[in-house]
């Protein structure tokens, strides 16, 4: 499938509308499949003719080489990690590498990423802890890292500004072959992110270059299932529009392989918006309500007792919520273009204790 001949809307199979109701039996358990293609002649798919959410075939994780069900709870607490002067050291390599990633079975992203995955590692520190980043552009373009938080100018990840000195702006774009080390104290404390930022900017952060930066705060939060989703969307063929949404990339994949939880737990999930194009994302939660943390740097929810919650680019926050029921539930852009396109999954809640995939 020629990536400039997949129109919106083409790969997608079947409807919501008896989703619900097939999700009873028991065949689809643990594993919900997604429906036979059902495409009508003119691409769209039959809305009436009883399919699930999906797409057809499935993707290769392996080819791809990172797996959505392992993205949602792959912290990197750093590669070294080691005390100085009485103070955490955390040290990480990240490396801009260009590659295709297949964002939906069959079709391929020509990507630039940072550790081949999209989203890039998950950076995850204590407040006060001090980081170094190495940076090494493997790719074909200027590429930089960007971290929310504070820092000195020198650590920003911006390009170069002419005239501006090496201590006002830092490095500028680090050129294919060259590398950097980003070094900063991680404050404040909050569920951020980092991307790259050259220019032009919109198109290095939407080709992949981006991921989650979490800081825990010293006291640490409550015990809880931790899982990171970064909503983000692809231009298949670049017409500055997206044709492919998802959490954590692959669209669908939480239905594919859907997200076990047990009854009662508390699920802390961090949420960050990377979709460029579209000026806002939203996240939706089925059948139950979450206390919100915005941009996650309180330890109080900034909202509580909702169940849906819109992030504009690069905004981001921390839900909380336990379920009461047994079943499987959706959650989905409520924007329901992203969520036909492929922002949307299913947490699989059961009473037993789970044990890895469910
Ligand atoms: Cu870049
Ligand atoms: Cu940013």
């Known amino acids: 499938m020629s990536i400039a001949n997949v129109k919106r809307r083409q790969f997608i199979v079947g409807a919501i509308s008896t989703a619900l109701a097939a ?12 429906a036979p293609p059902r495409q009508s002649p003119n691409g769209h798919g039959d809305s009436h003719s009883g399919g699930v959410f999906g797409a057809m075939g499935e993707v290769d994780h392996e080819r791809n080489g990172f797996h959505p069900s ?20 955390r040290e990480y390599n990240l490396i801009a590498v260009d590659k295709e990633v297949e964002i939906a079975p ?48 020198v650590m920003d990840g911006i390009p170069a500004m002419p005239g501006m000195p090496f201590d006002m702006v830092g490095p500028g774009m680090i050129q294919p ?20 930022h050259a220019i032009p900017l919109k198109r290095h952060i939407h080709k992949g270059l981006y991921g989650a930066f979490i800081v825990d705060p010293p006291e640490g939060r409550p015990e809880a299932t931790e899982l990171v989703m970064v909503m983000n969307g692809f231009d298949t ?15 669908f994949a939480y239905n594919n392989d859907v997200i076990p ?49 819109m992030q504009c680019q690069g905004q981001r926050g921390i ?3 336990n379920y009461q ?19 949307m999954g299913m947490f699989h809640v059961t009473e037993e204790e789970h044990h890895g995939d469910a």
């Open 325 to 343: 029921k047994p079943g499987m539930y959706m959650f989905h852009a409520h924007q329901s273009e992203f969520a036909e396109l492929g922002w």
């Open 106 to 153: 069959g079709l391929f992203f020509p990507a630039w990423t940072y550790n081949g995955r999209i989203p890039g590692p998950t950076i995850r520190c204590t407040e006060g802890d001090l980081l170094r980043i190495h940076f090494v552009n493997a790719g074909s373009h200027p590429h930089t890292i960007h971290f929310h938080g504070i820092h000195a100018a």
């Open 177 to 196: 072959g060259d590398s950097f080390t980003y070094e900063f104290v991680a404050e404040p404390f909050g569920c951020h992110l980092y991307h790259c």
């Open 237 to 251: 063929n670049f017409d500055d529009e997206n044709e492919v949404y998802a959490v954590n990339t692959v669209a």
């Open 23 to 34: 999700l009873g039996g028991s065949r689809l358990l643990p594993r919900i499949d997604a």
């Open 70 to 89: 392992e993205l949602l709870v792959d912290f990197n607490y750093g590669d070294q990690v080691y005390q100085e002067d009485g103070r955490t050291v």
């Open 261 to 309: 939880l047990k009854v009662g737990e508390r699920v802390r999930l961090y949420l960050i918006n990377l979709t460029e194009f579209d000026l806002i994302n939203s996240f939706h939660l089925h059948a139950e309500f979450f206390d919100y943390y915005d941009h996650g740097t309180t330890l109080t929810p900034t909202q509580r007792r909702v169940d849906t919650i």
């Open 319 to 321: 839900l909380e919520f």
